[in-house]
């Protein structure tokens, strides 16, 4: 992962944060100078004819941000909205989307030797999202490009809902 293979004073591999949160019982991580934010799940507005992962949109201190539910983008079954469910607000390209996920509340970081490229028996419709798999511990950690997650025209049609 090109952000990880940079080196630090003395040498040493320089870490990276990522936000790391949950779908279903799998753990996902991103990297945190993506995410603007973390909030609760607010009142969600459907919008009409809207594909079906848009969720629909929230206020967000003035602001109407498109909610894209991660689970349903990334092919996943639809989960249950519960007290521990998170919406990241992510600002790529000048653009903010809020993605709905099951539970967020790590940030932790990763150095290179921690990252590995997504293994060939993993490769499903969803490892298109993913830029590596990550080992803390004994846990694998999925980690998502955010850049790869909605093409430009799908972020064009999320502005036109604001």
Do not use: C, W
């Not at 109407?64 to 519960?82: C, H, I, M, N, W």
């Not at 990763?110 to 490769?123: D, F, M, R």
């Not at 969803?126 to 694998?140: C, K, M, N, P, T």
Request: glycine fraction near 8%.
């Amino acid at each position: 992962m090109e952000l990880l293979r940079t080196e630090g004073r003395e040498g040493r591999e320089r870490e990276s944060k990522f936000v790391f949160f949950r779908l279903g019982s799998e753990m996902y991580g991103v990297d945190v100078r993506h995410v603007r934010s973390i909030e609760r799940l607010g009142a969600v507005t459907r919008v009409p004819h809207a594909p079906p992962y848009v969720r629909g949109v929230m206020n967000l201190r003035g602001s109407v941000v498109p909610l894209v539910d991660l689970r349903l983008r990334l092919g996943l079954p639809a989960g249950e909205v519960s007290d521990r469910t998170r919406v990241l607000i992510v600002n790529l390209n000048d653009k903010e989307i809020g993605y709905i996920v099951d539970e967020a509340n790590d940030v932790r970081d990763l150095t290179e030797a921690s990252v590995e490229p997504t293994p060939e028996v993993a490769k499903t419709d969803r490892s298109r999202y993913l830029s590596g798999v990550a080992r803390i511990g004994e846990d694998l950690v999925l980690l998502l490009d955010l850049t790869r997650i909605l093409s430009e025209e799908e972020t064009q049609e999320l502005e036109e809902m604001r």
